[in-house]
């Protein structure tokens, strides 16, 4: 039986964790009634009566062996395995009571059996080797644990442990031994010549113990054996030498005179059944041994004479030598070399185990629970789905109601309420083909952040004052509204809804969801949005893509909006993005002019990702690989095209920001335009002027001399003792999330998110942003402001005024904020952008771009030409400059706090000066050159060839009252992979003069309907 089975059978219901019912123990006939378990196991208590138990199943388990080899080494691994299994384990008694009673079993069992069927010879080995095994046992052969505290036994060649070892198992034993002849001429077998050492040698040990009860006991019994057991010669001297042997270790200081007195009888009634054998009749000193009186003083006063210590040294000490040695010590050595071979053969069988569990537990994992693990991950996906699609159903419901509400009741419903519900005013995400984003909806409820107005205003309030103060104002806004409930999420449901052209995903008659869509590839990731980031997971199917938020994470008001879901035809560029510095995201552009910015784990998720949409039908995906951005810049032609004015200004600072890495999507990285005019006190501008335009061969900070000096003296005298931070001009930065929202403070979300960046207020109003000439000033004179504009100055007039009627404060003069105050030259903020948009696409800022885009973009950004340039900022606002995937989560925190702080400069695209943009002449002359030289690169569109494969799309333009009298379309353009995304022009011309400029898209569809997006003049839908 292996030592995993002992395990499995009966150590279990010897600890006090695992407590098991004794039913096996009824299930196997024993060789006795149970009695004796209860006898030795005495006591109500159910560990005892468990443990009882346990010993009845091991004796059962012990006996079944009935050869003495496999009975002695099953008995023998057992013991050592109850050693192991202790070390492990709490037991409900130590270990060596446990042994105790398994042995006082054991004797009962062989002496009920003696008595019940006679002598055989099975029996008899049974009995020689429970009697080995105890001495074993006793003398802490098998194992070290004992109780703390013990006193330190004699050191004495037979040691006996009287805490394992008790009178009455020595008692048990000695009757058993009897019954088996022991007395009765033990010479006629080597078994029992064996049996009757163990007793010997046992009853040695309790003499030796300087104890009453155990040297009583000893004597006793001892002088028994002596009296009735024929002794061969080497026995009588080794039980001499031993009784000796003990004196003299003890001394008569420490021996106890009783203990003594025990000896000295042994030793007497040996000396007189045993003399010729011990040849003391020659010895003429010795005391008469039949003196009952004088014999132990007269005896220890002839132990110190010369004759007594030379006849031990003769006569007795040689044979009790030659005994140790020819039969103690090979015992001892044939004992440990069974035990070892015990405990090698039990470190085989758990080795075996390990390994036979460890293959199990792989069988169960890989069979099993895995399975039972991804049922159960299904499952919890299949339930975030459903939720997930009830929430948008729900959504979805509750907004066309209400939409159809505002409708029939609004200004222009038929049912126009009398009390018009209030809105305000956000800006949508809709771009048109120039990224522009000029499209307002209107934002419901309506708030105006009275709130936040009162905190900046209140600022000695206390802060339990100031957030009671904030519900009551919350209240009492939603008592005047009538609405608790934020509409905002459902703003930008409407495209969603508008589905004019069924999809070619959709299922056709016979046709079922399950064999049209598959999923292809699953990770999680992140949704960045603005300034905050939306855990989900991406999962690209051989249809769509889809990002579902994590509901655990997200705000159930939020599940709905952050539900993106779009198929995979409308997919038309897939960018690398950095986040944090480092390249982790991927933004997705449609041909709907929409995209998402979303960031993963790492670079390796990233190239996952793009390969699992790249192994799809993607028929409008422009390029198919992730290239570099300096690399997409060199096959794009971009600059090459810009350079021939081919295009404007405008666009080709927004293709460069787009390709750098600059985004809508993530306020860290808005698209960063130049500051073009310096002159805002002037009545008007003249656009030929040099003088009036900025100095774009320098940043910001630099614009005048006395700045220009304080940041090359920064730059020269910073030093860091620790060498981390590398010397810089300007501390802060031309584009960062703050400076955007500064810029866009009056128009939603942009709003809500500045009251939460200066932590639930407005700034003060002296920090706000009052106007053009405030902000220019500012940054002339302030070493700490050195922003740089954002697109919107060039395009989004509305952005300049306070349409949502916000309480921005009052400056220091008492001067109330609200619409930013325009220079004299400009009468309106329509004005403004249009004369900022005509000085951006001037001659002169044609001439000198270049200069400013090698600041930001190019070769000055960096190294030693940007130390000569003044144009060097902190450390952490550059690529690869920290490495936040080789940081603890601590300090990677404060980087990317650090990081969203300073603003993140774009990613180079220039390593060498940019080239300067042609004038006029100079661009019309080479085109000129280029198309008498009959070097045209465009092919000329065959309109009559292919005539069967044309489809005919009708898109109205005008209305019959005013028809079109002239169409006209310029020369096509060779379409690059960024010029595959920028649209073509149509011209036309009605009857009334009217001039317009359209543009229009192509995109391959795989459904029956127009091919293309067409954008027409808003010249025409003006009344």
């Not at 061969?232 to 203990?259: E, K, N, Y």
């Amino acid at each position: 039986m292996t030592h995993p089975q002992w395990e499995m059978t009966f150590l279990g219901l010897l600890t006090e964790t695992e407590i098991y019912s004794p039913t096996s123990a009824s299930q196997v006939s024993p060789p006795f009634d149970g009695q004796a378990a209860v006898d030795v196991c005495t006591g109500a208590d159910m560990y005892d009566r468990l443990v009882a138990a346990a010993v009845e199943i091991v004796v059962i388990l012990l006996w079944s062996s009935t050869a003495a080899d496999a009975f002695r080494k099953v008995c023998r691994k057992f013991l050592l395995c109850l050693d192991k299994f202790s070390e492990d384990h709490t037991l409900v008694h130590p270990s060596y009571v446990i042994k105790q009673k398994i042995f006082a079993t054991l004797l009962e069992v062989i002496k009920r059996q003696k008595k019940a069927g006679g002598v055989n010879q099975v029996l008899n080995n049974s009995a020689f080797i429970v009697a080995e095994l105890f001495e074993e046992f006793v003398n802490g052969s098998h194992s070290s644990e004992l109780p703390k505290n013990l006193p330190s036994s004699p050191s004495v060649d037979l040691d006996l442990n009287t805490i394992r070892c008790t009178p009455e198992l020595l008692d048990k034993l000695i009757a058993v031994m009897k019954l088996f002849g022991m007395y009765e001429g033990a010479s006629s077998t080597s078994v029992e010549f064996e049996r009757s050492r163990i007793v010997l040698r046992l009853l040695l040990s309790c003499l030796s113990q300087n104890n009453r009860e155990y040297c009583s006991f000893g004597a006793s019994q001892l002088q028994n054996f002596v009296t009735n057991t024929q002794m061969q010669s080497d026995d009588v001297h080794f039980l001499l030498a031993s009784l000796v042997d003990t004196l003299s270790q003890f001394g008569d200081a420490t021996l106890d005179l009783d203990c003594k007195e025990y000896i000295l009888s042994v030793i007497k009634v040996a000396l007189i059944r045993y003399g010729e054998v011990l040849g003391v009749d020659q010895l003429n000193g010795l005391p008469n041994r039949q003196s009952n009186l004088l014999f132990s003083q007269q005896f220890m006063e002839y132990s110190k004479t010369a004759e007594w210590k030379m006849y031990l040294e003769k006569k007795v000490h040689p044979v009790h030598s030659r005994f140790c040695t020819g039969v103690m010590i090979p015992m001892y050595q044939q004992v440990g070399l069974e035990n070892d071979q015990v405990k090698l053969l039990m470190k085989k069988d758990t080795k075996q185990k390990d390994t036979q569990l460890s293959n199990d537990n792989l069988y169960y994992n890989a069979n099993v629970l895995d399975v039972v693990i991804g049922k159960l991950e299904e499952e919890k996906d299949r339930c975030l789905l459903s939720d997930a699609t009830l929430h948008s159903k729900h959504a979805a419901s509750l907004f066309y109601w209400k939409n159809r509400k505002r409708f029939l009741t609004g200004e222009r419903g038929v049912w126009s309420s009398r009390i018009p519900e209030l809105y305000s005013w956000k800006l949508d995400h809709a771009e048109n083909f120039s990224r522009m984003r000029k499209k307002l909806l209107r934002s419901y409820p309506y708030n105006m952040h009275a709130d936040a107005s009162l905190l900046r205003d209140q600022g000695n309030l206390s802060r339990s004052e100031g957030q009671t103060l904030v519900r009551h104002l919350q209240l009492a806004r939603r008592n005047v509204n009538g609405d608790e409930e934020d509409d905002n999420l459902f703003q930008d449901l409407t495209d969603t809804l508008k589905v004019d052209n069924p999809p070619a995903q959709w299922p056709q008659p016979g046709e079922t969801n399950s064999t049209l869509e598959q999923s292809v590839f699953k990770i999680n990731c992140y949704l960045i949005l603005l300034m905050d980031k939306y855990p989900g997971h991406l999962e690209v199917t051989s249809r769509y893509i889809y990002f579902v938020p994590n509901q655990a994470e997200v705000k159930e008001s939020l599940w709905y909006s952050l539900d993106i879901k779009f198929p995979l035809f409308q997919l038309r560029e897939v960018h690398s993005r950095r986040y944090h510095l480092t390249r982790t995201g991927l933004e997705f552009f449609l041909i709907d002019q929409t995209n998402y910015f979303i960031n993963f784990q790492s670079v390796a998720d990233v190239l996952k990702v793009f390969n699992a949409i790249i192994s799809q039908n993607t028929p409008n995906l422009i390029y198919r690989k992730l290239k570099s951005p300096r690399g997409l810049l060199e096959d794009s032609g971009l600059t090459k095209s810009w350079q021939r004015q081919e295009i404007s200004n405008f666009d080709y600072l927004m293709q460069l920001n787009t390709i750098a890495g600059r985004t809508y999507n993530d306020l860290n990285q808005y698209p960063v335009f130049p500051w073009v005019i310096c002159d805002y006190t002037s009545e008007k501008l003249d656009l030929t002027n040099p003088a009036i335009y900025r100095n774009f061969a320098k940043p910001m900070g630099a614009q005048s001399e006395a700045m220009e000096e304080q940041a090359r003296a920064r730059y020269e005298e910073f030093e860091d003792p620790t060498g981390a931070i590398a010397k810089f001009n300007f501390g802060t930065h031309y584009s960062n999330a703050a400076g955007v929202l500064h810029y866009l403070l009056r128009i939603e979300p942009f709003t809500s998110l500045h009251i939460d960046l200066q932590g639930g207020k407005f700034d003060d109003a002296s920090r706000q942003f009052v106007s053009p000439e405030r902000s220019y000033k500012s940054i002339l004179t302030t070493s700490s402001d050195v922003k740089e504009l954002i697109p919107e100055f060039f395009f989004l007039p509305e952005f300049l005024c306070n349409i949502n009627d916000l309480d921005l404060g009052k400056t220091g003069t008492g001067e109330r904020v609200s619409d930013v105050i325009l220079p004299p030259w400009a009468s309106s903020p329509e004005e403004f952008i249009r004369i900022n948009k005509a000085a951006l696409e001037s001659e002169y800022v044609s001439q000198h771009l270049h200069e400013w885009i090698d600041l930001i973009f190019g070769y000055k950004q960096r190294g030693p030409e940007a130390a000569k340039s003044c144009n060097v900022f902190y450390y952490c606002t550059y690529e690869g400059a920290v490495d936040l995937s080789k940081v603890d989560e601590g300090q990677r925190k404060i980087l990317e706090k650090m990081i969203e702080n300073f603003g993140q400069t774009p990613t180079q695209l220039f390593k060498s000066p940019h080239p300067v943009r042609y004038t006029s002449g100079e661009a019309h002359k080479t085109q000129l050159n280029e198309y008498q030289g009959g070097a045209s690169p465009h092919k000329t569109t065959k309109v009559f060839e292919g005539l069967d494969d044309l489809s005919v799309f009708i898109v109205e333009v005008s209305s019959n009252n005013d028809p079109i009298v002239c169409v006209a379309t310029p020369t096509l353009k060779g379409h690059t992979i960024i010029d595959s995304g920028n649209p073509e022009t149509l011209i036309t011309v009605t009857q009334s003069g009217a001039l317009s400029i359209h543009s229009w898209l192509s995109h391959v569809s795989s459904f029956k309907t127009r091919p293309f997006v067409f954008n027409k003049d808003p010249v025409l839908t003006l009344d």
